[in-house]
């Protein structure tokens, strides 16, 4: 694979983990049946509230991918690693415990608080597409890190347009100038007279 395919791919990794969590966390995520007959959907707002700011951190780091140099990709890239898994952690937290992920939706349905008394009257909770879309957000992006970290000095360097070009002294007749107004100044710290032969 080319160094600049590999950039490519490292850049869009972490683009598709932000817009796929922000995709999942904006659906909903859990459909909970409460005792009489009601029913309750707990969105990934409820269910995983922590989602937005980790996908939004993901999408920084595409920018900052892009202008860094290797050392700080290698960075970057176990920072990308970490993020995901804390996306993959709040995931695996909803699909493990339905029931904990949708109790702030049931409270504020049924006016009923606390752990236990919440469990006490839901009886069913279904989980959607929606944590397993999250999860699998999360793997990428871990893989995606590593993959960043590994190749981090196998990018092309960037483009350097709008770098200044610095002249050496024998090229820029500008700098003889320059250096002779710095030395006249030097004099007159000095108390010479700079203009003295």
Same mark, same amino acid.
């Not at 999942?24 to 309750?40: H, I, M, Y």
């Not at 000095?153 to 347009?161: E, F, S």
């Given at each position: 694979?080319?160094?600049?395919?590999?950039?490519?791919?490292? =850049? %869009?990794?972490?683009?598709?983990?932000?817009?796929?969590?922000? =995709?999942? +966390?904006?659906? !909903?995520?859990? $459909?909970?049946?409460?005792?009489?007959?009601?029913?309750?959907?707990?969105?990934?707002?409820?269910?995983?509230?922590?989602?937005?700011?980790?996908? =939004?951190?993901?999408?920084?780091?595409?920018?900052?991918?892009? &202008?860094?140099?290797?050392?700080?990709?290698?960075? =970057?890239? #176990?920072? &990308?690693? %970490?993020?995901?898994?804390?996306?993959?952690?709040?995931?695996? #937290?909803?699909?493990?415990?339905?029931?904990?992920?949708?109790?702030?939706?049931?409270?504020?349905?049924?006016?009923?608080?606390?752990?236990?008394?919440?469990?006490?009257?839901?009886?069913?909770?279904? &989980?959607?597409? +929606? !944590?397993?879309?999250?999860?699998?957000?999360?793997?990428?992006?871990?893989?995606?890190?590593?993959?960043?970290?590994?190749?981090?000095?196998?990018?092309?360097?960037?483009?350097?347009?709008?770098?200044?070009?610095?002249?050496?002294?024998?090229?820029?007749?500008?700098?003889?100038?320059?250096?002779?107004?710095?030395?006249?100044?030097?004099?007159?710290? $000095?108390?010479?007279?700079?203009?003295?032969?």
């Amino acid at each position: 694979m080319t160094p600049r395919r590999v950039r490519a791919l490292a =850049l %869009l990794a972490p683009l598709v983990v932000a817009a796929l969590t922000l =995709l999942a +966390w904006t659906q !909903p995520w859990v $459909d909970a049946v409460l005792d009489g007959d009601r029913s309750v959907t707990a969105a990934g707002d409820v269910a995983a509230p922590a989602l937005p700011a980790l996908a =939004l951190a993901a999408l920084a780091l595409v920018a900052a991918l892009a &202008l860094s140099g290797p050392v700080f990709r290698v960075v =970057l890239g #176990i920072l &990308l690693a %970490l993020l995901s898994s804390a996306i993959l952690t709040s995931a695996a #937290i909803a699909l493990g415990d339905p029931v904990g992920a949708a109790s702030a939706a049931v409270t504020e349905l049924s006016g009923v608080d606390g752990e236990e008394s919440v469990r006490a009257i839901v009886e069913a909770a279904v &989980l959607t597409v +929606w !944590p397993p879309v999250a999860l699998l957000a999360g793997i990428v992006g871990i893989l995606a890190g590593v993959g960043v970290a590994a190749t981090a000095r196998r990018w092309p360097d960037r483009v350097r347009k709008y770098d200044a070009v610095r002249a050496s002294p024998a090229e820029d007749p500008a700098s003889e100038g320059r250096a002779d107004r710095l030395d006249a100044w030097d004099a007159l710290s $000095d108390g010479r007279d700079p203009t003295a032969g």
